[in-house]
């Protein structure tokens, strides 16, 4: 498969390019620094520059045409403001979802966050970005013309990743390493029955490929 990937600079998307380029896969990554250009290259991926800040509706979907799948992995990340939540994890997030759709990209994964809720009340920035991926989350949810997975991790870690967790609609807060975050997103990419399901993920005691199996009813 081709698969694009937003944020490709991200730490569980760097994660998740060695994955799926060690498995066969065609990967390009969107970043906006030149200087992120080496770091996709060694993780396998093709490094594709665009701001998804600023970038029109037709540029993001030529990048996309011709995928088999897209992940939206980009976030404004820590120490950015309450502003920046809205224009990438909630902008950013349309914008790519509205390019899929215009790019004939049916295949759509979103890397959300636990407790995201577009009603979700309060003035922290964490408030505003719970409201920010949300409200993208509800936007996705809504096309028709996209076989959307939205995956809710728990507190990221940097610890080494288990291959065990516990992957379900509800699963109550807990951590989770980005290891096994990205190890999740691939088998989801591979398992295309896991389409229009929102899914949360802790750590837990059932091996990746299992759990994933296990969502779909299989």
Partial sequence: MRIVIAGGHGQIARRLERLLAAAGHEVAGIIRKPEQTDALREAGAEPVLLDMESASLEMVAAVLQGADAAVFAAGAGPGSG????ETVDRDAAILFADAAERAGVRR???VSSMGADPAHEGDEVFDAY???KGAADAY??????LDWTILRPGALTDDAGTGLVRLEATTGR???PRDDVAA???ELLE?????GL?????SGRTPIPVAVRAVTGN
């Fill in 82 to 85: 309450a502003a920046r939540k």
């Fill in 108 to 110: 759509h994964v979103v």
């Fill in 130 to 132: 719970l409201r920010a």
């Fill in 140 to 145: 996705v949810r809504a096309k028709d013309a």
């Fill in 174 to 176: 807990g951590p989770v």
């Fill in 184 to 186: 999740v997103l691939a």
């Fill in 191 to 195: 398992t295309p029955a896991t389409a």
């Fill in 198 to 202: 929102t899914l949360e993920l802790v």
